[in-house]
């Protein structure tokens, strides 16, 4: 059995608000990408979302940029140098930065804070899952909570199901995410 946040669906439930929030121009920020489904399925229906995007409104732009583990302050360069190219592509237009987990929203906070900008001023910032810390960043960060609690109770019932006997065919269970609008998604700021 596979229970899981429905990754493809959060991901457009993000793409749709920033988009009637007047963003165009994306920058999706995750861990590396390789061998990992929900990475995998968030990244492929970021690329799908700003590919429709067109026949919805205004299209989307998008682009990927993977952080890496391996070397904390160059990370925080490397990704202050994407944000800041992030920006400057979207020529005056609002851009935004999507982050994959938790981590990464930090990571993403942390650059910020190194070119002095501030979420929902410079770059619109959503991350995925709602860490306690994400109402106090700034004008506090949109995140896009998972239902961990529901996550857990189920896996643990067809667990508990399985070991009673039952016996069908493996099970695949999505579960819907809320997305907690906050201040670094309220409304684009224009300029590069």
């Given at each position: 059995?596979?229970?899981?946040?429905?990754?493809?669906?959060?991901?457009?439930?993000?793409?749709?608000?920033?988009?009637?929030?007047?963003?165009?121009?994306?920058?999706?920020?995750?861990?590396?990408?390789?061998?990992?489904s929900s990475r995998t399925e968030r990244e492929a229906a970021f690329r799908e979302g700003c590919h429709q995007s067109g026949h919805d409104g205004p299209a989307l732009l998008g682009q990927t940029f993977e952080s890496?583990?391996?070397?904390?302050?160059?990370?925080?360069?490397?990704?202050?140098?994407?944000?800041?190219?992030?920006?400057?592509?979207?020529?005056?237009?609002?851009?935004?930065?999507?982050?994959?987990?938790?981590?990464?929203?930090?990571?993403?906070?942390?650059?910020?804070?190194?070119?002095?900008?501030?979420?929902?001023?410079?770059?619109?910032?959503?991350?995925?899952?709602?860490?306690?810390?994400?109402?106090?960043?700034?004008?506090?960060?949109?995140?896009?909570?998972?239902?961990?609690?529901?996550?857990?109770?189920?896996?643990?019932?067809?667990?508990?199901?399985?070991?009673?006997?039952?016996?069908?065919?493996?099970?695949?269970?999505?579960?819907?995410?809320?997305?907690?609008?906050?201040?670094?998604?309220?409304?684009?700021?224009?300029?590069?």
């Amino acid at each position: 059995d596979f229970v899981s946040l429905d990754n493809a669906q959060a991901m457009r439930t993000v793409l749709a608000h920033l988009q009637a929030q007047g963003y165009r121009q994306l920058l999706y920020v995750t861990e590396p990408v390789r061998g990992v489904s929900s990475r995998t399925e968030r990244e492929a229906a970021f690329r799908e979302g700003c590919h429709q995007s067109g026949h919805d409104g205004p299209a989307l732009l998008g682009q990927t940029f993977e952080s890496l583990d391996d070397d904390p302050e160059a990370q925080v360069q490397a990704l202050a140098e994407a944000l800041q190219a992030c920006r400057q592509q979207a020529g005056g237009q609002p851009a935004a930065v999507l982050a994959s987990n938790s981590v990464v929203t930090l990571r993403v906070c942390a650059a910020l804070a190194r070119l002095g900008w501030q979420a929902g001023r410079e770059l619109g910032v959503v991350g995925f899952d709602d860490p306690d810390w994400a109402p106090y960043v700034g004008p506090g960060i949109s995140t896009l909570a998972q239902p961990t609690h529901d996550l857990g109770r189920l896996a643990a019932s067809c667990l508990l199901e399985r070991l009673g006997g039952l016996s069908l065919a493996p099970r695949q269970i999505l579960l819907p995410g809320q997305l907690r609008v906050r201040g670094s998604t309220t409304g684009p700021v224009m300029g590069a």
